[in-house]
């Protein structure tokens, strides 16, 4: 939790948070993960000065289990000084202990966020899907929380002016927006109506120009006349090469394929899987894990 101090900006983590989006696919499947198409709505995680504390932190923590679809899974709440936001005890269940910062004592209107990371957290856990090392879990589940419809959230508790900044989560905005831009291309949602920080709003514009920009990348139609440009250089080298070789900066690779022809694999703008298709002008592929259908010109 950045509490006054200096807030991260940019993409550091984009790579790890794509491979989250990808784990999610492979973990949950294509359907399952359509079902999360409704967002956590604003009235039901709202928190106001005047409801009781430990009781508001109860009801809103049922209903991130309720949109998680944790049945059985009940959250115990308690509050305590320590140096991040919040803190779950992940065991066997069916209780689950969190513990929130002191802070939001005083700042309710930001208990729903803390509670949609830590909440993920248990979700993650009972599908026993992790990444290693503490940094990329936490990444994980901030990517998770936001793909599946709470991470607005999280993103909407960023704060920042030139006396004060606050952002809770392991993502940057810009990668909470990138991660919330992905979800609204893919359930026609627009989350930026929610926003009461125009920090976030800012943030999630940005995140939507990058994940457009993944939408144009060759072998892609939709790429540009330089991507495309390039491409075709790239494609040429390849095809008087044996061995095509590798292409720093782009997110394609030609593959030779035997005695067939050449092949480029390039990631799904959806899901981030790696798809493989011959080298032969205008197809049309469709992931087999998200099942995107994609117009290409290879």
Not at 7 to 22: C, K, M, N, Q, S
Not at 259 to 264: A, C, E, N, Q, S
Request: aromatic content about 10%; glycine content about 8%.
């Amino acid at each position: 939790m950045a509490n006054g101090g200096p807030v991260e900006h940019g993409y550091p983590h984009l790579d790890t948070v794509r491979a989250a989006i990808t784990a999610l696919y492979k973990r949950l499947s294509c359907d399952t993960i359509r079902t999360f198409a409704a967002s956590v709505a604003p009235a039901d995680v709202a928190f106001s000065d005047l409801d009781d504390l430990h009781l508001g932190a109860q009801r809103v923590a049922r209903e991130l289990v309720r949109h998680y679809r944790l049945p059985d899974a009940r959250m115990i709440i308690g509050f305590r000084e320590m140096t991040h936001a919040a803190n779950v005890e992940l065991a066997a269940g069916p209780e689950y202990f969190i513990e929130l910062n002191d802070r939001f004592r005083t700042h309710r209107r930001d208990i729903g966020a803390a509670l949609a990371h830590e909440v993920m957290h248990v979700y993650l856990h009972r599908l026993d899907l992790s990444f290693p090392g503490t940094r990329d879990n936490e990444i994980l589940t901030d990517t998770a929380a936001t793909y599946l419809g709470a991470g607005w959230l999280l993103l909407d508790a960023f704060r920042e002016d030139r006396a004060s900044s606050q952002k809770l989560g392991y993502l940057t905005p810009e990668e909470f927006g990138y991660v919330l831009a992905k979800r609204a291309l893919l359930f026609g949602e627009d989350p930026s109506i929610w926003f009461t920080s125009p920090q976030a709003y800012t943030a999630y514009t940005k995140g939507m120009a990058q994940a457009r920009r993944d939408e144009q990348q060759p072998p892609l139609t939709a790429a540009g006349w330089a991507g495309r440009r390039r491409y075709a250089r790239d494609r040429r080298h390849a095809e008087d090469h044996s061995v095509p070789g590798p292409h720093p900066g782009v997110p394609y690779d030609f593959t030779p394929a035997g005695r067939g022809p050449l092949r480029v694999s390039f990631p799904c703008p959806t899901c981030h899987q790696r798809i493989r298709v011959p080298v032969r002008g205008r197809v049309r592929a469709r992931c087999g894990l998200c099942r995107t259908v994609l117009e290409c010109d290879t």
